[in-house]
């Protein structure tokens, strides 16, 4: 699903972020990606969501090479991807239902396809009570919540999480972590970017390590 | 089995035309989102459309000008018509004499004689200043004799040969052909139009200008949005779509309320152009901007509006690059 091929990213004025990196994600695996923080787990995964482009080696998504996606491909790719980010990325202007249907607006669905897609993506996260709730009237883990179900609604094929609990109590933490083993079980690759050891320990699956851009350990 | 292939069949029509409907809906969505949008700033909304529509307006407002000038002007004909005029000492008789013996010249259609009374009643009935005249002990106007050369004579050179003739005639003080003005008028008209024109394309790049300024500032303010849909697959011309219909409504606005200001200014004016009129035995009238002309500004402007947000689009959709 998702192969790094000795890949590395150099930025011209911070040197290297990523230096031979390889790994590889079969589909509906679930792994976290650790490390210290500037250890590359922010590269490593824009990469995969083409904010960036490696300066060598290959990122093969869903057998797609990313470093040979022209520039107005990208969104498709992009669509293949379920992000999810540490400050959620919400529109604080919009309700709930439509940060959820954004993801399903832009690829041109149809009005009673979204809204049954929407629907099902909130029941999913425990939000269905909610749609019409703006996000600031929300408390932190249901406004994660609502930033997981926009990136599930398009049905990805991977799901991306930088830091999802970093700003979650341990309790929420740990709910959000069972959240996206559900995921998992329906067949979706999933990749968090955690520096929350002890949680990554708990949950059990793989786990890939980062240090000054090196990949140290992936079991 | 073909049932099956029948039913998937039709599955792919229903997925069509659900896209399709929903194309048209997105669409319909960036017409009216946009317009809301606008309404909701309403006040920075107005001042940008009331500055566009200045710069319309201007462009307009001189079309019109010419317009009404054109109507003017264009009732004189372009004639060869020379207009001999007599020293003030030659008597009434041998004015008439001199205009018999131009009579006769073969290169001349016809002559009209217009006696110094004559002259003077004619002035003192048109120009208004009848009891300024009525003050002079004798009449200052000269006879004149308007010549209509042949239409054999159509060049120029040939009218002004004819004409330098009847000058060296003893009585003529001097000679003045008609059609030098007429052409000087045409002259100076197709200068204006020119002016019109440049002016026209300069508030037009003034127009193009506005409106890609707002639209970069409402890009600015909905940065965030713009980033968002990016990430979750949005393509530029998606995203662009909102902005461009923005400019549509600028430009439609601005479009019609430079409309109200021309329309507004002619109605100003044709009071005082009326009154002008009535002194020239009603010659001509004020002319406003006609439906068609004010289609053809409308859609100018509405064009102008979509074109300028697409130039800032198009280098500032780019730079905003999720991080």
């Known amino acids: ?219 | 089995m073909k049932n099956t292939s029948r039913q998937k069949n039709n599955k792919n029509q229903v997925g069509f035309s659900d896209k399709f409907q929903a194309y048209l809906h997105i669409h319909a969505h960036a017409l009216f989102s946009s317009l809301g949008r606008l309404f909701r700033n309403a006040f920075s909304s107005v001042m940008t459309i009331i500055v566009m529509a200045i710069a319309i307006s201007l462009a307009a407002g001189f079309y019109v000008l010419l317009l009404n000038l054109q109507q003017v002007t264009g009732g004189i004909e372009s004639s060869n018509q020379i207009s001999l005029f007599l020293k003030t000492s030659v008597s009434e008789k041998s004015g008439q004499q001199l205009s018999n013996k131009i009579n006769s010249n073969e290169k001349v259609e016809s002559v009209l004689l217009i006696s110094k009374s004559q002259a003077l009643k004619e002035f003192k009935e048109y120009s208004g200043f009848g009891n300024v005249l009525n003050v002079l002990d004798s009449n200052p106007l000269p006879t004149v004799i308007q010549v209509l050369p042949k239409n054999t004579l159509d060049d120029l050179l040939s009218v002004e040969k004819l004409m330098a003739e009847f000058e060296r005639m003893p009585q003529v003080d001097f000679a003045q052909l008609d059609m030098q003005w007429v052409k000087r008028l045409q002259s100076m008209m197709q200068i204006m139009q020119r002016a019109g024109l440049l002016l026209a394309v300069l508030l037009g790049f003034a127009v193009l200008f506005i409106t890609g300024n707002s639209i970069r500032l409402e890009l600015q303010n909905r940065r965030d949005e713009v980033l968002v849909a990016k990430l979750v697959g949005a393509t530029h011309s998606f995203i662009q779509r909102p902005f461009l219909y923005t400019g549509f409504w600028l430009g439609f606005g601005a479009g019609f309320v430079a409309w109200l200001m021309v329309t507004c200014m002619t109605l100003v004016l044709h009071g005082p152009v009326e009154r002008l009129s009535i002194q020239y035995d009603r010659a001509f009238g004020i002319t406003y901007i006609g439906v068609a002309d004010t289609l053809v500004m409308i859609g100018l402007a509405s064009l102008l509006g979509v074109f300028g947000a697409w130039i800032v689009l198009r280098h500032q959709l780019a730079q905003i690059k999720p991080e």
């Open chain 1, 1 to 219: 699903m998702l192969k790094f091929d000795h890949v590395s990213k150099r930025y011209p004025d911070a040197g290297d972020a990523l230096l031979d990196v390889s790994f590889h994600l079969k589909q509906g695996e679930m792994s976290f990606l650790t490390g210290h923080s500037g250890a590359g787990k922010s590269t490593l995964l824009k990469l995969v969501a083409m904010m960036e482009l490696c300066t060598r080696g290959h990122v093969l998504l869903d057998g797609q090479n990313l470093s040979k996606i022209s520039d107005k491909q990208v969104p498709f790719v992009r669509r293949k991807l379920g992000l999810i980010f540490q400050d959620n990325k919400l529109l604080y202007d919009r309700t709930v239902f439509d940060n959820v249907a954004l993801p399903l607006v832009v690829s041109g669905y149809g009005y009673n396809e979204i809204s049954r897609r929407v629907r099902a993506a909130l029941d999913k996260v425990g939000l269905l009570k909610k749609e019409k709730k703006y996000p600031l009237t929300l408390s932190g883990g249901e406004q994660q919540r609502v930033g997981i179900a926009r990136a599930v609604v398009n049905k990805p094929k991977l799901i991306l999480a930088d830091e999802p609990t970093g700003n979650l109590d341990p309790e929420l933490s740990a709910e959000v972590m069972h959240l996206f083993e559900q995921f998992q079980q329906v067949g979706v690759t999933v990749l968090i970017a955690s520096h929350d050891l002890e949680l990554v320990s708990q949950m059990g699956h793989r786990v890939l390590t980062l240090g000054h851009g090196q990949l140290l350990a992936s079991e």
